[in-house]
């Protein structure tokens, strides 16, 4: 029997491939979210699928918003896809092709589409493929990255569903209800997910001013500078012109 990997296992591996420093604004989201993919990777019920990568995808996409270097952010999600043993293209490229597949779609397409998966009539294509095996996958597990690439399909095909309390929970439930798992988790994750982007958003802003302020600050400090220095010349010659007089 193989030895089950250990978060520490995981942390190592990711501080190995990515050497750099993590931004300590960030930090916890990367380490969050690389120990949130190691438990799934080791779980014997969880399976990849291209609706959670572009759950880890946008998540990542998201959180990591004016991260500087922003050089380096390729080089963290690489380092967190090769730690948990996944391949960081393979994500980008499978929750591209399902977000591609889902543009599309109307909401109303989507939901008779939904009815057909439940009766095990999944159609063709990455989306509805991928919706046919989870539907017939009586241990399917269910985790918040599924639900957040399931928010981003939804919002690809219709935008207004951000808006719509009551269409919005309408859809969600028939989601889970084809799919098998449950409503009111979905709903809680997809809640904490819109709650922490605004936050996210609000310490972004909290940062960006905080910036502005120093920049001007400093342009306001350069600005005197030449004046200290003339009046730093003339002190002495005036001194000299008084003590002659």
């Not at 589409?113 to 095996?133: D, M, P, R, S, Y």
């Not at 120093?214 to 350069?222: M, N």
Request: aromatic fraction near 8%.
């Amino acid at each position: 029997m193989d030895n089950i990997r250990t978060v520490s296992d995981t942390k190592r591996k990711f501080y190995g491939y990515h050497t750099r420093p993590v931004n300590s604004i960030y930090r916890r989201f990367v380490e969050e979210l690389l120990v949130e993919m190691h438990l799934l990777s080791v779980n014997v019920d969880f399976g990849y699928d291209p609706v959670y990568a572009l759950g880890v995808v946008t998540s990542f996409q998201r959180f990591m918003q004016g991260y500087k270097p922003e050089g380096d952010k390729t080089s963290i999600f690489n380092a967190i896809c090769q730690a948990v043993e996944g391949n960081s293209e393979q994500y980008h490229q499978d929750a591209e092709a399902i977000l591609n597949e889902a543009k599309g779609l109307s909401i109303g397409d989507f939901k008779d589409k939904l009815t057909h998966v439940a009766e095990n009539q999944g159609g063709e294509g990455i989306l509805w493929g991928t919706f046919g095996v989870i539907a017939a996958n009586s241990k399917f597990k269910y985790s918040r990255l599924f639900a957040i690439g399931l928010y981003t399909l939804l919002m690809e095909i219709d935008a207004d569903l951000v808006k719509d309390e009551e269409k919005r929970t309408e859809t969600t439930q028939a989601v889970s209800s084809a799919l098998n798992f449950s409503p009111e988790k979905l709903q809680k994750d997809l809640d904490l997910y819109r709650s922490n982007l605004d936050k996210m958003q609000q310490l972004l802003t909290v940062i960006e001013d905080t910036l502005e302020a120093d920049r001007k600050k400093r342009a306001s400090q350069e600005a005197q500078k030449p004046t200290e220095v003339v009046e730093e010349k003339e002190t002495p010659e005036n001194q000299e012109s008084e003590t002659n007089g």
